[in-house]
């Protein structure tokens, strides 16, 4: 169970990281570890402590619960949060570029005008 958790938040760094298109010198650079420690919890080959996850989380500009996997049951409480996927939306798109956030806006225009009915 652990490798498990140990790799689905190195996919969730890594994600996040390239999603910035932010490379691993950088971010590990920005954390203060070497960039083969940054890979190999990238991986799951290895674990890091909780200050480390948060740096990376603050490095991202991403919390750590969204790089844990997990959303905290506060969460679910705010009222723009209705459901999971809605906090999940908006953990992804925290940190995205103002750039990509505009083109997600125009995909979901689109998505919502093929979805009428004509």
């Known amino acids: 169970m652990i490798d498990k958790d140990l790799r689905a938040l190195g ?3 890594q994600m996040v990281r390239r999603g910035q298109r932010i490379t691993q010198e950088c971010l590990a650079e920005r954390v203060g570890i070497s960039t083969n420690y940054l890979s190999n919890i990238e991986t799951g080959r290895d674990t890091c402590s909780f200050i480390v ?3 990376i989380a603050n490095a991202l500009n991403t919390s750590m619960d969204y790089l844990l996997g997990g959303l905290l049951r506060y969460n679910l409480n705010r009222p723009e949060f ?11 798109i925290n940190g995205m570029s103002e750039a990509d956030c505009e083109h997600l806006l125009r995909y979901l225009d689109l998505m919502r005008e093929y979805r009428q009915p004509k």
């Open 11 to 13: 996919r969730r760094i």
């Open 82 to 92: 209705q459901t999971e996927v809605q906090a999940q939306l908006f953990y992804q």
């Open 53 to 55: 996850c948060l740096e």
